[in-house]
């Protein structure tokens, strides 16, 4: 019970913060939409942004784990793969052709494959989040390393499960 509590009340912070950047990003206030994205890393997951961009998603991932909370991983795995896609997209708007865009998404996208594929709060349903990962996988396109591909076609065959599965129940 502490449990779910502790994981609703990260997520209610979680909505309100990307309702900021998402609000701030309309309006075309990207810098404050980015500061946003930043201060919500600290805050929500106890990382640092400028920590969290020079580090690989495995890296993340382990420093994640080492929390000594009881949030499940899969949920900040999530968090951070949605912050860091928010965070990169208004680099691109503001710099189309910087080198941090590619490597920004692609580092979402493993996130997000991570917390799905991985998901070991089974009671979590992740799958409002396959969207997220169709998107940023079609944004690559073709830019997608082997071991992303590979992870990509666990993630479709899960999806199709799913929605198998929601269509029998039905």
Do not use: W
């Amino acid at each position: 019970m502490i449990y779910q509590d502790c994981i609703l009340r990260l997520l209610e912070q979680f909505v309100k913060v990307l309702a900021k950047i998402l609000f701030n990003k309309k309006m075309g206030n990207y810098r404050d939409a980015a500061e946003n994205a930043e201060t919500a890393f600290n805050h929500l997951l106890g990382l640092d942004y400028n920590l969290v961009s020079s580090l690989s998603a495995k890296d993340i991932v382990s420093l994640l784990n080492l929390s000594t909370d009881e949030m499940g991983i899969s949920i900040k795995c999530i968090i951070a793969a949605r912050l860091l896609k928010e965070h990169t997209e208004l680099k691109s708007i503001n710099n189309p052709d910087s080198p941090d865009v590619l490597p920004g998404y692609l580092k979402a996208l493993r996130l997000y494959l991570e917390a799905i594929l991985n998901n070991k709060n089974k009671d979590a349903d992740l799958s409002e989040y396959y969207p997220e990962v169709k998107e940023l996988a079609a944004k690559l396109g073709d830019d997608v390393p082997e071991d992303i591909e590979s992870n990509l076609i666990k993630f479709h065959k899960l999806s199709n499960s799913d929605t198998s599965e929601s269509k029998n129940t039905s």
